[in-house]
């Protein structure tokens, strides 16, 4: 069996990369550490995040409702701050809830990028232990 040993980048979709890239860097504060004519690099602690230049980007039955989002870990202090920075800049924050259950549970909030990719802010504690294979609703 394969043996990984954590994750390097993953990619999202774009259709237009210097509005996907203000957003990214300006709204959401990442770090630009290259770019092709293609993709944009952007680093978040160690793991790195590549808007890649598409004609065709990811479509859902409904963006908002879509479970397939990527999550960005805030400060609990700042979860607040986070949500009303987004607002501020224009980008509607939905679900915000706080969970008591399941693996990621804690404070959470939902948005969307430019291009309708589904978005997370999350202040919790972290991935839960759990033992077996637990389904919920």
């Known amino acids: 069996m394969l043996t990984t040993q954590g994750m390097l980048h993953f990619s999202l979709a774009v259709t237009d990369l210097a509005r996907s890239r ?3 860097e300006e709204i959401l504060g ?7 004519p293609r993709m944009v690099f952007l680093e978040i602690g160690n793991v790195h995040l590549i808007l890649a230049k598409g004609n065709d980007v990811m ?24 949500i009303d920075d987004l607002r501020r800049n224009g980008v509607e924050v939905f679900n915000i809830e706080n969970r008591n259950q399941g693996v990621f549970w804690g404070p959470q909030a939902y ?3 430019p291009d309708g990719n589904k978005l997370e802010i999350y202040a919790g504690p972290g991935a839960q232990a759990i033992e077996g294979v637990v389904e919920f609703n």
């Open 59 to 82: 479509k859902y039955d409904s963006t908002k409702s879509s479970p397939v989002h990527h999550a960005f870990r805030v400060k609990p202090e700042e979860f607040q701050s986070s």
């Open 22 to 24: 203000k957003f990214y």
């Open 111 to 113: 948005f969307l990028d």
């Open 30 to 36: 990442l770090k630009v550490v290259g770019q092709s």
